[in-house]
């Protein structure tokens, strides 16, 4: 399978070179896109959900969808609407463009999850996260679906993005300036506590008969299955407590996997796991593991950001990724976000560059955060005034 075999050791150096290597191309800082489900509901998708945003992947009831561009045909090339065709069941997503004349990708072809997607690229993305944070195998049977729709699903998530980043990538070659870097594509694998929707993954308690051979046996057939899927990178997000983690770094060895992968924690504090339990001690577990390219946090308040990768600086040689919160405030009693008031004077892309500064080599947003946070993100890190 692509992405997982039992490859000589060299593989998994290769595979980590990579990554660096790719970070050399984008200057040195690569940009993460930004919120997945809140683009989505942008969209007029709901999204209230266990399954969260990966609802998106079974929300349409159809074996087959075509979705047509309400955009019309280009006046001066005579070249139709583009038209995307799902066939979520048999696990095929084709992407058909006929503006392939005028040279750029349009968005308003797409079925939601190719538009995010094609939205945050044309931000200035470097690397897009997949719609999986929230499928799991149990979630997708809990919904009625077979064993074999459920990993269907999950290879699909995968495939929408890698679809996306492709059909977008001929578009910017066909520039005569580009201005964009060939984008990455990360399976993204939330918590157990993400798959539970009970809070947990805000707290990191799962109670006392979890254990981290239970968590190894939740997330392995997932983790399986994305990887063979042809990501780019693994992505493992908000994991909130040291025995995740353990059990992240050990499933990785044990199914030997060479997909380059990065474990991001959630914090509530900004010098602990939202367990609190101490990065220090993720930190020395995943520094011994070759199999791990980046750590970092997301799903984490903006004000902490700073701090987090100074500390993170001095207790590992591995890249450091940060994509916070926008800084809003959810109120769960009005049912609303509340403004930001961590900024100060600071804009998120202000603070973005101070993150740079302090050493941070992937930058991104997640909840709340919008294409126009990664573009004004992407201006300021890139130095480029163009997207």
Not at 216 to 238: M, N, T, V
Not at 244 to 271: R, Y
Not at 355 to 379: F, M
Request: charged content about 20%; hydrophobic content about 45%; glycine content about 8%.
């Amino acid at each position: 399978m692509p992405g997982v075999s039992a490859l000589a050791p060299a593989a998994a150096a290769a595979a980590m070179g990579a990554v660096e290597e790719f970070l050399k191309k984008t200057g040195g800082c690569a940009v993460i896109d930004g919120g997945f489900a809140t683009q989505l509901e942008a969209l007029g998708a709901d999204i209230n959900d266990p399954l969260w945003s990966a609802a998106c992947l079974i929300s349409k009831p159809h074996l087959v969808k075509e979705v047509t561009a309400h955009r019309p045909a280009c006046p001066t090339s005579n070249v139709p609407a583009c038209v995307l065709t799902l066939v979520v069941r048999s696990q095929l997503a084709s992407i058909t463009s006929c503006h392939q004349a005028l040279g750029f990708a349009c968005t308003a072809c797409f079925d939601a999850p190719v538009q995010v997607h094609m939205q945050y690229l044309e931000a200035g993305a470097d690397v897009i996260i997949s719609s999986s944070y929230q499928a799991t195998i149990p979630g997708f049977l809990a919904r009625g679906m077979s064993l074999e729709e459920a990993e269907g699903l999950l290879r699909t998530s995968v495939k929408l993005a890698l679809e996306a980043r492709d059909e977008f990538w001929k578009s910017a070659l066909r520039q005569s300036k580009p201005v964009y870097n060939r984008a990455l594509v990360a399976a993204s694998i939330g918590s157990y506590g993400a798959y539970l929707a009970d809070g947990s993954e805000y707290s990191g308690s799962y109670g006392a008969d979890i254990t981290t051979e239970k968590l190894k046996d939740f997330h392995r057939r997932r983790l399986q299955i994305l990887a063979s899927a042809g990501p780019d990178l693994i992505a493992f997000e908000a994991i909130p407590n040291k025995m995740e983690t353990q059990a992240l770094v050990e499933l990785l060895e044990e199914e030997n996997i060479h997909v380059p992968s990065w474990i991001c924690f959630s914090s509530v504090d900004g010098k602990h796991l939202c367990s609190g339990e101490t990065f220090a001690d993720c930190l020395q577990m995943i520094n011994s593991s070759e199999k791990v390219a980046v750590v970092g946090v997301n799903c984490t308040p903006p004000q902490f950001i700073e701090g987090i990768i100074i500390e993170f600086k001095k207790q590992t040689k591995k890249a450091v990724a940060v994509y916070p919160n926008s800084g809003e405030v959810w109120d769960g009693i009005a049912k609303r976000w509340l403004p930001a008031e961590c900024f100060g004077h600071m804009s998120f892309d202000a603070l973005a560059k101070r993150w740079q500064e302090a050493g941070a080599s992937l930058i991104g947003g997640c909840c709340r955060t919008t294409p126009s946070t990664i573009r004004a993100v992407s201006k300021i890190v890139k130095g480029k005034a163009g997207l």
